[in-house]
């Protein structure tokens, strides 16, 4: 593990060191089965057991209740993006608010396939905050309400979220589902693309209500069509063995350490220190506005592109890779999911100080 670097990136991005670890013991031979898990048919006796305990592991930590569905889909988020309205719509209208650009994404998708009501665009403040509850302008019967938990370009995200009475609440977790305790009572569909807080590429999860899976139209693509999904547990066709398998992996970490609580207080350490050094040193300026600042994308910018510029490369010559940010916003992003150790955070203060010292 020594050579390895403090990995900043939004996604794909950082695995634990002890998840790492476990799935290298494993990776030749799984349990004395003789193959690698990524070799094994997604119909076998020791794979579905990877797939029933991976399940079981995030229905356990995440405290999901018997009135939800837990659905392994294709395509990431983006994918979930396309089946969210073909599944929820129904001839009805969603209401969208627009917190950045992946919620935006999100619902131009949605208005491939019906109505769209936007109800917040935050583009006015370049996304750099959470919009009060009394900003937010619903329509008058809408089919579900869709929100972007967490920022990942913008570094922004919801403390509190709306009241939608009972109007199903969508919502992108992508970019910090597993980073706190959730109440998922709260939501009608929960859904993230797993390569962030959830291990690696290749998939969605979607929690969903199981009132909310039914009737669905038949032109639905059957890949996209959670009634399908759910009545084949996800297993339409081949699932994305390797890493919901790297899932279960993820889940045994946060359970070993302590489940969600401790993960979250781990998360609030780490990104208190860095926008405390931030705030208090006046060569950086942050992105996000404070009431809603994201615990796991810190965005800032230096005086200048040129010193952003500077800052990623002898950042990256110090084993601190990534820190570039996103092209839409500019300047610099520290991604410090789950997996980021706090010392990670500590080598970047350290860097930042010194940088901030040369340049300023
Ligand atoms: C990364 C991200 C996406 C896109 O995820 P894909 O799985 O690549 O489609 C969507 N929403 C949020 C909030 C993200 O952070």
Not at 218 to 236: A, R
Request: charge should be negative; glycine fraction near 8%; proline fraction near 5%.
């Amino acid at each position: 593990m020594e050579d390895r670097i403090y990995n900043f990136a939004a996604g794909p991005s950082m695995l634990a060191d002890e998840v790492l670890i476990k799935i290298k013991e494993e990776l030749f031979n799984y349990k004395g089965s003789g193959m690698s898990v990524m070799e094994m048919s997604h119909r076998s006796k020791g794979y579905l057991e990877i797939f029933e305990n991976t399940k079981a592991g995030l229905r356990r930590l995440l405290e999901i209740p018997e009135d939800y569905e837990i659905l392994f889909m294709h395509g990431g988020a983006t994918g979930m993006f396309a089946s969210i309205p073909q599944n929820l719509l129904k001839g009805k209208t969603a209401d969208y608010v627009i917190t950045g650009n992946f919620a935006k994404k999100a619902a131009q998708e949605a208005e491939k396939f019906g109505d769209v009501h936007i109800a917040y665009d935050g583009k006015e403040n370049n996304y750099s905050l959470i919009p009060d509850e009394n900003e937010l302008n619903f329509s008058e019967d809408p089919a579900y309400i869709h929100i972007c938990a967490n920022n990942t370009i913008y570094g922004t995200e919801w403390k509190k979220f709306p009241k939608v009475e009972s109007v199903p609440l969508v919502v992108d977790m992508s970019s910090d589902i597993l980073s706190k305790p959730i109440n998922v009572s709260d939501f009608g569909l929960i859904y993230a693309g797993a390569q962030k807080n959830m291990g690696i590429a290749g998939f969605a999860v979607a929690i969903i209500r199981k009132d909310l899976i039914s009737e669905t139209d038949p032109k639905v693509p059957s890949i996209m069509n959670y009634e399908l999904s759910l009545k084949n547990d996800s297993m339409l066709n081949t699932p994305a063995t390797y890493p919901i398998y790297v899932l279960g992996k993820v889940v045994e970490w946060l359970e070993e350490i302590g489940g969600l609580k401790e993960i979250e207080k781990r998360n609030i350490l780490k990104a208190q220190k860095l926008y405390d050094f931030i705030d208090n040193t006046p060569f950086y300026r942050p992105h996000a506005q404070k009431e809603s600042r994201s615990l796991m994308n810190v965005t800032f910018t230096t005086p200048d592109p040129e010193l952003d510029a500077a800052f990623a490369k002898q950042a990256t010559e110090n084993g601190l890779s990534n820190l570039k940010g996103h092209r839409l916003v500019g300047g610099l992003r520290a991604s410090i999911y789950n997996a980021m150790p706090l010392t990670g955070v500590e080598k970047l203060i350290d860097f930042m100080d010194r940088f901030a010292k040369e340049n300023g």
